[in-house]
């Protein structure tokens, strides 16, 4: 049965969500999370108390980092986020240790930014460069699944290097650049899990015509269990413990780190870029832009209005739609009406292919219960 259209009447999500659930007002599910899980963290950031944990976690990271050359580690990607992360945690006297996976799609902007901001802010910058021929493999292999998680293979090897090296480096606080406060609407049917090991393997193995030697890779074991509670390397989501506003965050990297925008949140990447404006957009009817602009409506950023106004502009301009898609299959090594053909076949759910979401799901469960057992016997 096909669902009648329907768009929520506080943000801008709508039906192309095909779990959406709409209350007796016309508000999405989206928005009464949002108003259980992100409001009070937000809320509380602007408090005494939130200035009260922001210290004590700044102590707690500095304390455990004595005598350390770095006492945490950030992931840069050149995107707004970890850009302001980068320029907050220096404030708060912290020392981290820049960490950069070139999957090979950044822009020249995206290389520029980042080399200009580091050095501007005295961070060391640590690259790891992913073997071409396999993150190409890879890639091409989700695009032949026709799954509309085509950017978990990216999004995989960054984690699985950052956890790589902190614990190489013997740093036990990685700190993230994830917010509720422009991020907290995503929906699940958009994508799957990125640390799901098992689905990219069982996609690779189908598609893939060679093998992974060196794609850094991050097992469910090795990310919920080994690390976080043998290795006692903790992730922290630092801009969750701040009022944090997006607008103002671009003016400031811009006048202090001289950073330049790129058009779109997480437009620093070519082939996220594409993905995201055209990918997704045509073959799924998925616009992240609109969970985006929610965000930024609750988070009281941006108006209903403000963000339709927005969502009626092409997500790219017609140079890049056309230059992005032709440099992509160039890049994947292949013609563009081979790569139009692929980009043809039927779509596909993550769910058509081996996963580990029931293991997913019974995580979502346990951990927080740890999380907060923990928190009750004074942990961090």
């Not at 209350?23 to 899980?37: L, T």
């Not at 700044?58 to 006492?71: L, P, S």
């Not at 799901?361 to 951990?367: A, E, P, S």
Request: with cysteine; glycine share 6%; charged share 30%.
């Amino acid at each position: 049965m096909i669902k009648q259209y329907q768009s929520c009447t506080r943000c801008i999500m709508d039906t192309t969500d095909p779990d959406i659930t709409f209350d007796e007002k016309g508000e999405c599910g989206h928005c009464q999370a949002y108003d259980m899980v992100a409001r009070p963290v937000i809320e509380r950031s602007c408090t005494p108390v939130g200035e009260r944990i922001l210290k004590d976690t700044i102590n707690k990271i500095k304390t455990d980092g004595k005598n350390k050359k770095y006492d945490c580690l950030i992931g840069v990607s050149g995107g707004v986020d970890s850009t302001f992360l980068a320029y907050k945690i220096k404030q708060l006297g912290l020392n981290p240790l820049a960490v950069h996976c070139d999957s090979g799609w950044n822009s020249e902007l995206a290389i520029k930014n980042i080399e200009n901001i580091l050095t501007k802010l005295n961070i060391d910058l640590y690259t790891y460069v992913i073997n071409w021929e396999e993150m190409k493999d890879l890639q091409l292999s989700f695009f032949k699944a026709s799954v509309a998680n085509c950017d978990v293979p990216q999004d995989h090897a960054f984690l699985a290097v950052l956890y790589h090296i902190a614990d190489k480096q013997k740093i036990k606080y990685i700190l993230s650049g994830g917010n509720i406060e422009t991020e907290f609407v995503l929906p699940r049917a958009w994508g799957h899990n990125a640390s799901d090991l098992r689905h990219i393997k069982a996609i690779h193995k189908q598609f893939g015509s060679l093998k992974l030697t060196s794609y850094p890779t991050l097992s469910f074991w090795k990310r919920y269990l080994y690390y976080p509670y043998i290795k006692g390397i903790k992730t922290i989501r630092l801009l969750d413990y701040i009022p944090y506003n997006n607008e103002e965050a671009k003016k400031i990297i811009s006048e202090k780190l001289e950073w330049r925008d790129y058009g779109g949140k997480h437009y620093e990447s070519i082939f996220t870029r594409f993905f995201q404006a055209q990918y997704l957009l045509e073959k799924f009817n998925f616009d992240k832009r609109k969970a985006h602009l929610s965000s930024l409506i609750l988070s009281g950023q941006l108006t209903r209005e403000q963000a339709l106004r927005e969502i009626e502009k092409p997500p790219t301009s017609g140079v890049h739609h056309k230059e992005d898609k032709e440099f992509v299959a160039k890049k994947l090594g292949v013609s563009l009406d081979e790569f139009n053909k692929i980009l043809a076949l039927e779509e596909r759910s993550y769910k058509d292919f081996a996963s580990n979401e029931v293991v997913f799901k019974i995580k979502d469960f346990v951990v927080p219960k740890i999380k907060n057992l923990k928190k009750n016997m004074g942990g961090l």
